[in-house]
């Protein structure tokens, strides 16, 4: 039996990342590359996730093109997806947005500590499923 990597359409990957749980946020950190798992939602074409401001992903990534990649594989049956997004992270800073957002975004921070937003738009989005032929 041979594999198969099928492309998955922009709308594919968006349905997919939606019901992710985790996600893997690929960035740049003191010139090494990083990846960090975060919670996260689909806001839109937007990854959108918290972090707290005393976190290295805040300074590491507001501004930055990031990637960020999630997947969901089975493996018993060796199926399942991966989705990368590339971007460039921003903070949200609406408040309007924000209190839109809020009930829907996790955050791990102390209690009292106040988490910041980033968004990533998803400028360039692939997908594969992961496939038996």
């Not at 893997?24 to 950190?29: C, I």
Request: aromatic letters at 4%; a neutral charge; one cysteine or more.
């Amino acid at each position: 039996m041979s594999s198969g990597l099928p492309e998955l359409d922009r709308g594919e990957c968006l349905r997919l990342l939606a019901g992710a749980a985790i996600g893997r946020l690929v960035f740049t950190h003191a010139a090494m590359p990083a990846a960090h798992p975060v919670n996260f939602l689909v806001d839109g074409d937007e990854i959108v996730f918290r972090t707290c401001p005393d976190g290295p992903l805040l300074r590491a990534v507001n501004g930055v093109v990031v990637g960020f990649q999630a997947d969901d594989v089975d493996p018993a049956t060796r199926t399942g997806w991966s989705v990368l997004a590339v971007g460039e992270a921003y903070e949200i800073t609406d408040p309007q947005r924000l209190a839109e957002l809020g009930p829907r975004l996790p955050t791990r921070c102390a209690p009292g500590r106040t988490a910041h937003t980033l968004a990533i738009p998803t400028r360039r989005l692939t997908g594969r499923a992961l496939t038996h032929a």
